[in-house]
């Protein structure tokens, strides 16, 4: 939202001139919105001053061009002069002329139009055997419109002074402007600052001036009432269009508009066309009000009664658009038509048929209010982001309506000798009449608890006062008239927020809040998470960070059926992106190519990367908000070697895999072989050498080598495997190990191999011995510790040697070495009986 | 033809080799295969381009069958530590602890969310899919406020969204702690977690980043406990005294609302100059009444404040990082660095 500081001055006191620029903005910045920009017109109008033509004659060697000779009242220094104290300059422009006064740009002045860009700097050079010093300007060389037809022309009418010679252009057009760009998204809740006067309004109250309105916009406009044939305007749509009001006006004469305001709309940002369109975009600029104008011939040729309404589009109506495009119209759109046909999108833009052009003789204007939801919607739907969108979206006033067409009718008398040929129409859904303004009732106290401040009554009124608020105060009471422009304002908060900004939030006393030394309560999932991340990382692996969501191929990739699991975006920027994760495995299945390819900085290519996320599948819903996906925190790992450094192990790179997973389940999970694979999370391993896992009793998940397929479509290398476990239920499940007291007594080491079938899994046989040992413990007062040394298996053989050590010692005795052979014999028998384990 | 059968036994051996069997359908040999068929005769070209089609199908099935061959490898003892018959020196074992790294966004969270608890806040984890309620209505967004449009969220076809703003968890806070007022305790927690936007990638915007959001609510809670409350987060955090500057901001959820920076710490400083000087960090604001009563919380006995900033653009200034894209890449040459 561009505002000048030069319409601001306008209206208060706040005394710009002697503002430094740097305060400004740190005002504005820190009471009103982030700038996004600044320009400082002043500056790129350095020597051009107002000249006249003394003498004009055609370029003796070219025949489009003119040689002239100006008088600037010999302000300029250093250029050449003749003796009559003029200077000579050739000119291109077919509309120069003897006696015209004209904006000169001297020698070594810049070119307005290029400042911004690459400054082109004048200087005085011979055009075809003459002598020209500098140029005389173009609107669109002075940056002031886009017209290059011809020079600009300096009259009274223009400016609404008499020209005067040498005085620099700046002054003269009061071009000397300040035009910050403040950031739209801190006004989405303030219609008022889409019009500049908003704008100076909140500026003066940050600086703590009071505020003037023009007349016109504080009091309901009153209307002459004329003698003119009724037209036919009506407003059945009161719910969509709370406010719509018409006028027509004859004897229009389409021009340029003056030069000052094709100036004020070129510096923020808007292109003049005519003096009707400039009137309404004017208008639109100073008080966030779009206003339309129609040709009026055209409405009526188009009408079987002339005038104009709103409705509801038919579905199917088509609308050609000013700038040429036609739109195919929902029934959920709001048009303005006749009563034949739609001539304009309402509150969006106007239709091409019915548009003002150099021909026009009389107009119709509309000046209406409509909702915000609904012109929302329609904009979205035909991606129309119009001037008009942005402010009737944000919910205009439908008390300003008046009093902005009166204002505008007054411009368009005045500088397109518009006469008023129809009575003013105003259908409303509410009496206009009787202007209820919102009243919002606060407390001083409540005002100073949520600032932290010490305002007085006094201080508070004054601050509101400053924007035009209707303030009572009674010994500590506040009741607030809010002004109709102020569409914001309903509750107290909404009063906080206005006095906070105003008196300036770096005003306010800091402190920090008072608390009771109790603990707050732990996160303990967050904890429990971060040690999972600790025991991994220390332990070698690579925590890594994947997105949510996945391409198709990726789930595909596993097996699993995306249609079927999993949530699909239906806005997705790319194919890439469309799925939300069934499971953690195949987002890192889907980055160990890569990181083998790029031997990711060591000698031994190998990793562990790992991941903690969360995945939704679908049909499992939250408990408590049925209506949410599941969220499944999920802890998943693949480990990965290229083939030269896989040569250092020997066998399925599932163990490797294991180890990590026995290390952040404190040996505690049992593993079983994976007998199914219809699921997102066990489909993506190889039947065989893969197994479920769990812990004390609870199911965790899934660890394995992968399937050929998925193998296949991730490229992955041949050493490779990984697991997808639930943090939650490994939280809730896992014991807290219990602390051994040390013997002081020396143990002894023995150990014991079994030959058992090929078949016997070898955590059978572990288990089984373990907890025998444990039992004899608990016994006879030995604490042990068993583990596994070896496993060999011959050659095409159908058993294997198991071997295991046992570390024992009693707790209150030396061992000997019999006692323990003993112990183990007695234990062997069992594991015989058991598993026709033979001792070696 | 003996090109066609000379060309299907050279397929099978590089078949047999490479790790990726997809890529044998654009072996050379193909090719070649297309480019001989100019020395063909005319009227046995048809046939032979027959041939080579045929050849394609066949290789086409060796993947597949490739595929299927799930059970070619001999099953394992999968409770075992190690296969069998595996030498000491060639089992697994955990790789060296200098070659782990955790995730810089995890250790930037890890150094925010301690200094937040050692002041009292408790931490909690957002949403990956949530819906329209938490994340706009219960924040006081009206159905088909403009205000939404500032938020480019993805929506999943059931039209549940992929939260834009760790907000999208205040109202279920509010609720789980509101007895906490109860018993004359704030509600004090922050959200450190996963948002997304519908924003194109580029080196300094990511659609998925990380986020962290603060609510304080108690009685008589006022704006300058904000800035206080910021302030001294942040004055630990860079272990250095800065200034701390409200700019107003408009949020649907916050009134006021303000946009904060902070004076550039030493840390993050190139140079003196008045861009320099500040850092802007995140929005904040008073929660605004309606969202307190839409969780059960009175807003005429209690106030409070929430706050919000990015970790990404903390860890990037703080590293030198020179695109956003590294986070979430698993580029183990990136992450490797961050130990």
């Excluded at chain 2, 033809?1 to 000379?6: G, P």
Aim: aromatic letters at 10%.
């Amino acid at each position: 939202m561009k505002f000048s500081i030069n319409l601001a001055s306008y209206y208060s006191d706040v005394d710009y001139n002697s503002l430094p620029h740097s305060e400004l903005l740190l005002r504005i910045g820190s009471q009103l919105g982030a700038v996004e920009s600044v320009e400082d017109w002043s500056k790129k109008y350095h020597g051009i001053v107002v000249a006249k033509v003394v003498y004009c004659q055609k370029h003796p060697n070219a025949d489009k061009l003119s040689l002239c000779v100006i008088d600037d009242g010999g302000v300029t220094e250093g250029v050449d002069r003749d003796e009559n104290g003029n200077v000579q300059v050739v000119c291109g422009a077919p509309n120069v002329a003897q006696d015209m006064y004209v904006a000169w740009i001297p020698p070594r002045s810049i070119v307005p139009s290029t400042y911004n860009k690459d400054k082109f700097i004048l200087e005085s050079r011979e055009l075809r055997g003459k002598m020209s010093n500098g140029m005389i300007a173009s609107p669109k060389e002075l940056d002031i419109s886009d017209s290059h037809e011809g020079i600009l022309e300096i009259t009274r009418s223009g400016a609404g002074k008499e020209p005067v010679i040498g005085e620099p252009i700046v002054d003269y057009y009061g071009l000397d402007d300040f035009v910050v760009d403040c950031e739209n998204k801190m006004f989405t809740h303030r219609p008022d600052c889409f019009g500049n006067l908003g704008i100076a309004r909140e500026v003066a109250g940050i600086f703590d001036k009071p505020f003037k309105s023009p007349y016109w916009y504080t009091k309901s406009a009153d209307f002459e009432l004329i003698e003119a044939p009724r037209l036919n305007i009506e407003n059945n749509l009161q719910d969509k269009v709370p406010r719509f009001m018409c006028v027509a006006l004859n004897n229009i004469e389409i021009k340029s508009s003056p030069v000052w305001m094709q100036a004020y709309l070129t510096r923020i940002g808007i292109k003049s066309i005519n003096n009707v369109v400039d009137i309404t975009n004017y208008v639109m600029h100073l008080t966030g009000q779009p206003i339309h104008a129609f040709d009026f011939d055209k409405i009526s040729d188009r009408s079987n009664s002339a005038g104009i309404r709103p409705r509801m589009a038919e579905e199917g109506e088509v609308l050609k658009l000013l700038g040429d495009k036609t739109i195919k119209l929902s029934k959920d759109d709001i048009v303005i038509a006749t009563d034949r046909q739609v001539v304009a999108l309402g509150g969006i833009m106007g239709g091409l048929e019915t548009e003002v052009d150099e021909n026009t003789k009389s107009i119709l204007i509309e000046c209406a209010n409509f909702d915000m939801y609904t012109i929302r919607k329609s904009s979205m739907r035909h991606g129309l982001f119009t001037d008009a969108v942005t402010r009737f979206n944000k919910g205009q006033s439908p008390l300003q309506n008046d009093r902005v067409l009166w204002y505008a009718m007054k411009l368009l008398s005045e500088l397109a000798n518009g006469k008023q040929s129809s009575n003013v129409y105003d259908i409303a859904s509410f009496d206009t009449k009787d202007d209820q303004l919102n009243k919002v009732v606060v407390k001083t106290d409540f005002i100073n608890n949520r600032l932290g401040s010490n305002l007085s009554d006094a201080g508070i009124k004054s601050i509101l006062e400053n924007v035009e608020f209707e303030v009572d105060v009674y010994e500590g009471i506040i009741e607030v008239t809010v002004p109709f422009w102020r569409m914001d304002i309903s509750i107290p908060e909404d009063i906080v927020e206005e006095v906070g900004r105003l008196y300036g939030y770096y005003n306010l006393p800091v402190e920090l809040i008072k608390r009771k030394a109790k603990p707050a309560p732990r996160s303990e999932i967050r904890e429990f998470k971060m040690s999972l991340k600790n025991m991994l990382s220390g332990a070698g692996a690579n925590e890594v960070l994947t997105y949510s969501f996945v391409h198709r191929r990726v789930i595909e990739s596993t097996g699993v059926d995306p249609d079927k699991w999993a949530y699909h975006l239906r806005n997705a920027i790319s194919p890439s992106l469309q799925y939300y994760r069934t499971s953690l495995i195949p987002s890192l299945l889907d980055k160990v190519h890569a990181n083998i390819k790029a031997q990711a900085g060591n000698e031994d290519n190998e990793f562990a990367i790992y991941e903690l996320g969360k995945v939704h599948i679908k049909g499992h819903n939250e408990e408590g908000e049925e209506n949410l996906p599941k969220q499944m925190r999920r802890l998943a790992l693949v480990v990965g070697a290229d083939k030269k450094t896989s040569n250092k192990y020997s066998g399925s790179a599932y163990y490797l895999a294991k180890r990590y997973l026995d290390l952040i389940t404190d040996n505690q999970a049992k593993y079983e072989v994976l007998d199914t694979f219809e699921y997102p999370m066990t489909s993506p391993y190889r039947k065989g050498r893969s197994a479920r896992v769990s812990v004390n009793g609870q199911i965790l998940g899934v660890i394995g080598e992968f399937k050929q397929k998925t193998v296949n479509s991730f490229k992955l290398p041949e050493f490779c495997a990984g697991f997808e476990i639930d943090t939650d239920i490994l939280q809730s499940s896992i014991n807290n190990r219990k602390y051994v007291p040390l013997s002081s007594f020396p143990g002894l080491k023995q150990d014991i191999t079994y030959e058992v079938s090929d078949e016997l899994a070898w955590s059978d046989l572990y288990n089984f011995l373990d907890a025998e040992f444990k039992v004899a413990s608990a016994e006879e007062g030995y604490k042990h510790y068993l583990y596994g040394l070896d496993i060999y298996k011959p050659e095409k053989s159908d058993f294997k040697r198991v071997s295991f050590r046992l570390e024992v010692s009693h707790k209150n005795k030396t061992l000997k070495t019999e006692e323990v052979n003993s112990l183990i014999d007695k234990i062997s028998k069992v594991v015989d009986e058991k598993f026709q384990a033979k001792r070696i | 033809m003996k090109q066609i059968e000379t060309a299907r036994a050279n397929l099978r051996r590089k078949f047999e080799k490479i790790e990726d069997k997809n890529a044998i359908l654009k072996d050379s040999e193909f090719k070649a295969l297309f480019d001989g068929i100019r020395g063909i005769e005319p009227d046995k070209r048809s046939e032979y381009g027959k041939a080579i089609n045929d050849l394609k199908t066949e290789v086409k099935s060796w993947i597949e069958e490739s595929d299927e061959q799930d059970n070619e490898k001999e099953p394992i003892d999968v409770t075992a530590p190690w296969d069998v018959n595996t030498p000491k020196e060639k089992r697994p074992n955990f790789f060296n602890t200098t070659q782990g790294s955790i995730h810089p966004i995890t250790r930037e969270i890890s150094d925010i969310v301690d200094i937040f608890q050692r002041m009292g806040f408790v931490v909690e984890e957002s949403r990956e899919i949530d819906n329209d309620y938490n994340m706009f209505t219960s924040l006081n967004f009206p159905l088909g406020h403009p205000a939404r449009d500032d938020y480019d969220t993805f929506n999943t076809d059931e039209g549940l969204i992929a939260p834009a703003h760790t907000s999208t968890m205040q109202n279920r806070l509010l609720k789980k702690y509101k007895d906490n007022l109860a018993n004359e305790e704030p509600i004090a927690v922050v959200v450190p977690d996963r948002v997304f936007r519908n924003e194109d990638l580029d080196a300094t915007h990511e659609h998925t980043f990380y986020q962290i959001e603060g609510i304080f609510v108690a009685k008589k809670v006022n704006v300058g406990n904000l800035i206080a409350t910021l302030s001294a987060f942040m004055n630990d955090y860079f272990a250095q005294n800065l200034e701390t500057k409200l700019q107003p901001f408009y949020f649907p959820f916050t009134e006021p609302s303000f946009e904060f920076a902070i004076e550039r710490p030493d840390v993050l400083k190139k140079n003196d100059s008045e861009e320099q000087k500040w850092l802007e960090l995140g929005g904040c604001g008073m929660i605004h009444p309606n969202v307190l009563f839409e969780a059960g919380v009175d807003p005429k006995t209690s106030s409070g404040f929430a706050f919000g900033f990015g970790i990404e653009r903390m860890v990037m200034m703080k590293n030198g990082i020179e695109d956003i894209r590294h986070f979430e890449s698993a580029n183990l040459k990136f992450l490797r660095q961050f130990k």
